[in-house]
């Protein structure tokens, strides 16, 4: 999962840099605070830049991966969690199954994954804990009301249920040997202790600025 916050695309450049409405002979120097891992955070928070992602059409060429994390980084932050990491880990997920969106992809079975778990290697086993809270964090952050449709005519889980699966998932993550050298494991923490947080950012992001539910 690319890092946005590392490794900003040309045309996700060229975005800021319009947006920033940073003349030629400023490009440069804006370019070299988009690319110095001390800056990036505060120029990728300025206001201008999430307001040309609401306001502007050009957004509709702009990648997802960057209209993610701007929206993400925002609901986050207003909910009082000001960490670029987290918003950047969480925006890449958002982004990651939105580009495998399926309608099977809209439900998360707790038993077949239960029962992978059983059958899996310890390797394998790492890998399922992830999966699974990336993916409750998707459901539950971006299509609540689909969840609780289901809950009302289905009896199906409820989102506190997934939230607890979801919890559950990531502190199976940051216990298992492998988790001691993977890259996101400070997200892991965050969401395993601010989940119900996390999901409701999404949740008030989707209702007031993406529509996508």
Not at 14 to 20: H, T
Request: glycine share 4%; charged share 25%; proline share 3%.
């Amino acid at each position: 999962m690319r890092s946005i916050r590392n490794q900003l695309l040309q045309v996700e450049i060229a975005f800021i840099l319009r947006a920033l409405d940073a003349t030629d002979a400023e490009s440069p120097a804006v370019l070299n605070l988009l690319t110095d891992c001390e800056t990036v955070d505060a120029i990728l928070d300025q206001q201008s830049i999430l307001d040309a992602v609401l306001n502007d059409c050009a957004t509709l060429r702009l990648p997802s991966r960057l209209y993610f994390y701007l929206i993400t980084r925002h609901s986050l932050k207003s909910s009082g969690l000001d960490d670029p990491e987290l918003s950047d880990y969480v925006s890449g997920i958002l982004d990651a199954n939105l580009h495998q969106q399926t309608r099977s992809k809209h439900i998360f079975y707790v038993v077949d994954w239960l029962e992978a778990l059983q059958e899996s290697s310890p390797a394998r086993r790492y890998s399922l804990y992830v999966n699974a809270g990336d993916t409750l964090l998707y459901l539950t952050g971006l299509h609540r009301t689909h969840l609780a449709h289901r809950t009302r005519r289905r009896g199906a889980p409820s989102i506190g249920f997934y939230e607890d699966v979801a919890r559950e998932a990531y502190r199976s993550a940051l216990t298992h040997p492998l988790g001691e050298t993977d890259d996101h494991q400070s997200s892991y923490q965050k969401l395993a202790d601010d989940f119900s947080l996390v999901r409701s950012a999404l949740n008030d992001a989707v209702e007031r600025l993406m529509h996508f539910d």
